[in-house]
């Protein structure tokens, strides 16, 4: 059955995507074209087919409403198959030989990176929609996704105000979790939380034998403090991790963790009864109750031809990129990337929690802080919300070397490095 | 408790309530009811608090259904409502007057939400009304909860209960509940008491209790006392954790063993350098998947029979594997070492293909999750325990099949010396296929226990084939037991390194380790001995 309905879903793809091309084909002259740059295989296609797939369905919508500037859109999906520099090569190809007007892509941040400079050297606008290390703000990058301070410092604000006074940090090792352990280490100690209260822990991707850490983590949090594991472990090895954590008998309530790459998607398939009360931070759940989000699960569910599917937070960033975008080129009145790159900034639309994210001077945007409960069925349940939006900042306040500095892309500074001391703007781009 | 009470009367007056309200007759309860629709979840808590306080007769089982998301509520009519199931359905009954609601749906019928603090919350609740609960177990457990989170009211509930107590456990630990309270009474002569009671007590909370002695207590004699028995207590724990770390060791290592096993054949006793071991495992993880989806609901049952069904399609593939490419390439290693390479890529895709390119959940049975408790720092986790038994199984088994069967005497012929195995009758061509087919049929089973540890997806075994040669190599080439000793030195000496070192780093040192042993003894622990092993 399973395999069945995938072959379906697969023939279905292919179909779309030869139409599209096909369509493309004949009335290439009267269309603007938005690249997609996903991996549809490799270690990284779990992930991002899906957002290959919310891409296809917000242009599809885009186009039953008519188009752009009197245009239909048209989508030009390349696979860089989990291979970081085939990104940067995919990415040429999509400016450079199909034209595309913008591209939304990416996932890991080694692959951003990779394409970075193909952007900068061609000048064409990224939309990046996952949550990521910040450090970061380039002329022609504009990230959806949460930087640390949307996601990782009200995750321990949350804990803090629970009671918690010792703290994990654990992550897989690479430069994600290192640079957001970094921060929060330096933003725990500005909040007063002693050195022998935070224990750090690093293991390699898809680690599987949880037994020592777990019994560790067990230990340290058996010392009369409440203690929190902040988890930056990703992909799969979350699974055996949560697994150890059950058997050990460790409950959300005597230590929870609070995980900043686990969401809805990561949840299903997996059985959710032992992780019941463990926390995630993200900018949207699919629980989120409003008309916006219940429309946007709707339109999914009828586009994925499953009512199984789920929602979850980078297709959220990539529903408000694509609409900023949209938003931006109606202002611009063109499609050219630098207009529409001036255009962006100030942007606002509707995010599906309920409220208005803009686009700040800096390429981050306004997002709402949720924190979510793991509930019995896969889904999250909110504990808690920041009362307004949080603004993204791209340089971290708590690290030395880059509290200084600030990002604005507007004239006249123009300048995604600056340094407020000395007034120098780094001429390095990101 | 007294600013929550304030905060909530406050709230009471000053907010008017969002959800409908349920008339009960009962004053006290419909605030309760209330407070549990409100948003806030320091209302709510409120409210959980209330109910306990309200002395209502189904008071236990509400906090319970509460607890386990079983209490549901309907929003017009205002109704709270039980989840029961009944005759294959879900069916929402009436709380208050057990009228039936018709079809549970979860969109009707919304759960109430709670967070990590009320759980705690209730669970501290539910265990002073289980108290007195007939059942001993029950009592214990909610002694023990209590241990967990110490409250000072706790003793006054307990001393009352002491005396009707009959169970000499539940009295133990009522004792120790009672001697951490008596930490921190007033004379000094009765905290010296208290100390004595609890100098063989392992539980955190008296460490905890002791240590704040030890730095806070006005009274040196009383610091004195606590820092030794805190010493002798430590040392202890100490000990118990030594055991732990061995018995992780020896848990990690028979993944290793079982893992390596199968190569020790194929490896070992053949020669033959078989990259595609890995996906021989990862076969038989597939195989207990699917055997999973054939028998829905009989998860027990399934593992176990998944034991036999990996080995013979492990085992067929590895024949297949042998008779089709392997048999051409004998005596030549390096192509061996590509084709087999080749091969794991195929099988790999092929999962990838017919199943899915995502990783697939493999449930576990009842048996093998929880853990046993030994005392209150040594646990031992129930499926670590089965795989060490496991492996310790299939070893045995598989010695057994080389030492004392027809087959064996005949793999053990072939690898000595294959012309005179040959001269003396033996068809060398069936042995080499049974001998790989046998170690192929190893790795399947190899993959049923991973599929209870780790993640089943096409790319499991990858993850397995370079912690397999190095057992192998190290243990020595063509020795079983050097496998399964080899096996464990390296499960225990990762887990000693890990806690200073950290995961990656072990695994560094393991390998560097390794390296240099093979410089030593370039044959292994235990080499292979006589005139056959020169050539």
Known sequence: MHFASKLRRLSLAVCTVTALGLAGAVQAADTIKVGVLHSLSGTMAISETTLKDTMLMLIEEQNKKGGLLGKKLEAVVVDPASNWPLFAEKARELIEKEKVDAVFGCWTSVSRKSVLPVFEELNSLLFYPVQYEGEESSKNVFYTGAAPNQQAIPAVDYLMAQGVQRWVLAGTDYVYPRTTNKILEAYLKAKGVAESDIMINYTPFGHSDWQSIVADIKKFGSAGKKSAVVSTINGDANVPFYKELGNQGISAESIPVVAFSVGEEELSGIDTKPLVGHLAAWNYFMSVENDANDAFIDAWHKFIKSEARVTNDPMEAHYIGFNMWVEAVKKAGTTDPSAVGEALIGVAVPNLSGGLSAMMPNHHITKPVLIGEIQDDGQFQIVSQTPGLVVGDAWSDYLEGSKDIIADWRAPLSCGNFNVKTAKCSGQNY | ?535
Not at chain 2, 142 to 164: F, G
Not at chain 2, 245 to 267: D, E, P, R, Y
Not at chain 2, 488 to 513: D, H, Q, T, Y
Request: proline share 4%; net charge positive.
């Open chain 2, 1 to 535: 408790m007294l600013r929550i009470i304030v905060t909530t009367l406050l709230l009471c007056l000053s907010t008017p309530l969002t959800a409908a309200e349920i008339e009960t007759g009962d004053k006290m309860l419909d605030t309760a009811f209330a407070q549990l629709l409100d948003r806030d979840f320091d209302v709510k808590a409120a409210g959980v608090e209330m109910l306990a306080g309200s002395g209502h007769p189904q008071a236990g089982e509400l906090l319970r259904g509460l607890l386990e998301g079983e209490l549901r509520y309907l929003n017009q009519p205002a109704r709270l409502v039980w989840m029961r199931e009944r005759s294959g359905g879900k069916f929402a009954v009436d709380v208050l007057d057990g009228t039936d609601h018709g079809e549970f749906s979860a969109r009707k019928f919304k759960k109430l939400p709670i967070n990590n603090a009320m759980r705690a919350q209730i669970r501290s609740l539910l265990a002073q009304l289980e108290l007195s609960d007939p059942n001993p177990a029950v009592r214990l457990k909610s002694v023990n909860a209590m241990l967990e989170n110490p409250e000072p009211e706790h003793a006054a509930l307990i001393r009352s209960l002491l005396q009707k107590e009959q169970e000499s456990a539940v009295r133990e630990a009522m004792h120790v509940v009672l001697a951490l309270a008596g930490l921190t009474a007033t004379e000094p002569e009765r905290r010296r008491r208290a100390i004595a009671d609890l100098s063989d007590s392992l539980e955190p909370a008296v460490r905890n209790g002791l240590t704040r002695l030890v730095n806070n207590d006005p009274d040196a004699q009383v610091r004195a006392d606590a820092a030794s028995a805190l010493r002798k207590i430590e040392k202890r724990v100490v000990l118990f954790g030594h055991l732990e770390t061995l018995f992780f060791g020896l848990s990690a290592g028979s993944v290793l063993v079982l893992a390596a096993i199968g190569l020790a054949i194929t490896f070992g006793v053949m020669g033959v350098i078989n990259m595609a071991h890995g996906e021989l495992i990862m076969l038989g993880a597939y195989t207990t998947y699917l055997m999973q989806q054939l028998m829905p609901g009989m998860i027990g049952l399934s593992i176990l029979l998944s034991i036999p069904a990996a080995f013979l399609v492990s085992a067929g593939v590895g024949v297949a594997i042998e008779r089709g490419v392997i048999r051409f390439l004998y005596g030549r290693p390096l192509e061996t070492l590509l084709a087999t390479f080749g091969i794991s890529l195929i099988l790999q895709q092929l999962v990838r293909t017919l199943i899915s390119p995502q990783n697939v959940p493999v449930s576990n049975p009842d048996f093998l999750s929880g853990l046993w408790q030994i005392n209150s720092v040594l646990s031992l986790t129930y499926n670590r325990l089965y795989i060490f038994a496991f492996c310790l199984l299939v070893f045995a088994g598989l010695f057994f099949v080389l030492k004392y069967t027809w087959l064996g005497l005949q793999v053990r012929a072939v690898s000595q010396n294959r012309a005179m195995a040959r001269a003396m009758g033996v068809r060398s061509a069936r042995v080499d296929a049974l001998t790989f087919g046998l170690g192929s049929g190893i790795a399947g089973i190899a993959g049923v226990a991973l599929s209870q540890l780790t993640n089943v997806g096409p790319n499991l075994g990858q993850a397995y084939i370079v912690d397999s040669f190095m057992v192998v190599v190290f243990g020595g080439v063509g020795n079983l037991w050097g496998t399964l000793i080899g096996g464990f030195g390296l499960g225990i000496a990762n887990k000693v390194m890990e806690p200073w070192a950290g995961a990656v780093l072990a695994k560094i040192l393991v390998l560097i380790f390794i390296i240099l042993f093979i410089q030593k003894r370039p044959r292994g622990l235990f080499p292979q001995k006589g005139r056959a092993a020169e050539g």
